[in-house]
């Protein structure tokens, strides 16, 4: 018997589920759990049940743990607090922890700098130094000049967890105008700073979830584009030294009579000249289309002119001089680059590069260039055009990984790109568009010795026969006699690619070592918007199915066996780990599932949810209800199972997926588990979905969550 009941209405089939999970809360108590390399637990605090029953069009499903969606409560808050001190029970038993907290450290207090951005010859640009816990804002006169610390974050607060970033610059450099995000949230507050006299404008905009700011020509004032919870985005122009209640609404409500709600996600930029004011309307997320307006800011009185509009693509512009760029899939799925004119109609398109076989990642217009990146089997690409789309070279990276286009502003001659890989830090090189060289900007002095490992790639067969890629990183010469700790990650969705990418937990995985593996699933961008659409709505089981599918080649390879087997992902991808936990519970010996969406009958309705209604569709439609539950990780917990070594991660400061998630998924875990492994709550204060908190914080974070993975993968 599940824990989810449908039925039709009668009180008797209400009854006996809920008399099951009563029982079976009372039964987990008198249970021992057992952790990996000897740690011994008593059974997990016991949430109590209060049923609810949901109704969705006509068919009832049955919540037992409803209660712990109120984040606020007495009963929620002294459950997470016995949850809390129960995980902190088993992290103390871990004897292997200290070593990893040591070891993070090393890999992670390393000076670390964001791309610079140059203005009025001056380089601006956020850098973390070793000893600290969060990066400050510098700037840089000229090439050769010092480093000067214009924003201290590390003062801001005294837990350091508040963070900063750069948002705009003006034209010569005098102002600059940075965001403060506190935690992990979403949220910023905005601020801007006179760089010549260092002294803060009065002018703040409070803390909201921005979609783009930009000094409006003259640096007289700031467009901002701020989305309000339930109501939407809307555009606003605030003028420096007026009270914020004055600011003007520039756009957003409606446009062409059609009303703009929630889910059409407006962005809104100054171009590079000053010359326009851009809005993109992203409709959902992901989007299921792009409009692109255009204002030209030297007629005040002008209206927004359509660059595109009511086409179902996806649409990226760029801007040079008095031409507008495109990047689109329409009428081509893996990405083509046109030009367009504001008021045009898409007809008068000017074919600029074509569709190719490989899929375009990304491009951008730097020092009157195009840099256009396209990934190849998921390893990057990136190809030099002319402003015609003639090819006139290409930029080197330095093996598999994952490469940045260059990244500056239209006219000037110098930019910046970037390369990484699980086995190289990331590292900034400064180009030169006129001789077309390369020199090293920053990278981090990292104790990894990158030679001593080997990134590989692989191809796999998915359920239904599709070939699906696979990156598999570790020591040279690892001996594949299924032996060894392998940790897994996975995302899957939202036209998101998973190319390969710098992480330090993944680096001390295979300092041990340990194999990682990241399968490229379909729902991503890697073979462009087919491929993400394989695995959206009612196809989103094939992102299981082929993650499945590479655990089991990796297996049958001898790269791992189950007992010895870590997965992780977070958010989308931890809601890959329900999936995996509920689903394929065989192949796995511990899930780390962090900030995930889980009950994905309710999602919808919390927090950033409503957005996400394009790519998974909603329960409160019949349809989508018939194959959101059959997946859906809450409603397809089994009581008795015996289930892997799982731990739940998240925190308050999650303003995106709500934890809600988290906190009811561990409730019936905890309760339904019919074997002995730990299934664990790691609640944060301060963490959430964003980066931000300070590096100490994140060490320990990261320790609690590998030392988890590894301790509990050591076989028995």
Known sequence: MQERKLFSGKREAILAPLFFCFAFALQAQTRTIQGGDGITLPAPPVAAVHPVSNDYNGMKEEDSYRWPEDAKSPETR????????????????????????????????????????????????????????????YVRDGWTGNDERLIDATKLSEDQNTSVSILDISENGDLLV????????????????????????????????????????????????????????????????????????????????????????????????????????????????????????????????????????HMEAANIDDRFLLKTDYRAPKGRIVEAVPGQE??????????????????SIVGGKMFVSRLKDVKTETTIYALDGKEIGSLSYPGIGSGSVVYGRAKQTEGFYTFESFIRPETIYRYDTKTGQSEVFATPRVPFDSSQYEVTQVFYTSKDGTRVPMFVAGKKGLARDGQARLLMTGYGGFDVPMTPFWNPEYAWWMEQGGFFALPNLRGGNEYGEAWHKAAMFENKQNVFDDF??????????????????????????GLLMGAA???????????????????????????????????????????????????????????????????????????????????????LMQAANGG????????????????????????????????FQWNETGGK
């Open 78 to 137: 002294a459950w997470i607090d016995a949850e809390n001190t129960y995980t902190q029970s088993y992290l103390l038993q871990m004897k292997i922890r200290p070593q990893i907290v040591k070891d993070l450290t090393a890999l992670e207090r390393v000076d670390v700098y964001s791309i610079p951005q140059l203005y009025g010859g001056k380089y601006f640009f956020e850098k973390r130094l070793a000893e600290e816990n969060q990066a400050s804002i």
């Open 178 to 313: 940075y965001g403060v995000r506190q935690g992990g949230a979403d949220e910023l507050i905005i601020h801007t700073l006179n760089v010549k006299n260092r002294t803060e404008f009065p002018d703040v905009l409070p803390a909201a979830r921005y979609f783009g700011i930009s000094l409006a020509p003259g640096n007289k004032g700031l467009y901002y584009s701020r989305f309000t919870p339930h109501v939407g985005s809307t555009v606003w122009l605030h003028t420096f030294g007026s009270p914020l209640d004055k600011d003007v609404k520039v756009f957003g409500g409606e446009y062409r009579g059609v009303k703009l709600g929630e889910l059409d996600l407006i962005g809104a930029g100054v171009t590079d000249n000053q010359h326009y004011l851009i809005v993109q309307i992203a409709h959902g997320v992901p989007a299921t289309r792009d409009d692109i307006l255009v204002k030209d800011l030297r007629k005040p009185e002008s209206d927004f002119v359509p660059l595109v509009y009511g086409i179902e693509a």
């Open 346 to 363: 898409l007809s008068q398109w000017k074919p600029v590069i074509s569709e190719g076989k490989d899929v375009i990642d990304s491009f």
């Open 548 to 573: 499945f599918a590479a655990a089991e080649y990796l297996i049958k390879n001898g790269y791992t066996s189950p007992q010895h087997f870590a997965i992780t992902g977070r958010s989308n991808g």
């Open 581 to 667: 936990m509920t689903q394929r519970p065989d192949l796995f010996g511990a899930i780390w599932c962090g900030y995930p969406l889980l009950d994905m009958l309710r999602y919808q309705n919390f927090e950033f949810g409503r957005a996400w209604t394009t790519e998974y569709g909603s329960a409160e439609n019949a349809k989508d209800f018939a194959y959101l539950v059959k997946y859906s990780p809450y409603q397809n917990v089994k009581p008795g199972t015996k289930y892997p070594a799982i731990m739940f991660f998240t925190g308050d400061s999650d303003t995106r997926v709500d934890p809600l998630h988290a906190r009811k998924m561990t409730a």
């Open 676 to 707: 002995d492994r730990p299934i664990l709550l790691h609640y944060s204060l301060k963490g959430g979905h964003s980066a931000g908190v300070s590096i100490s914080q994140l060490v320990e974070d990261y320790a609690d969550q590998l030392a």
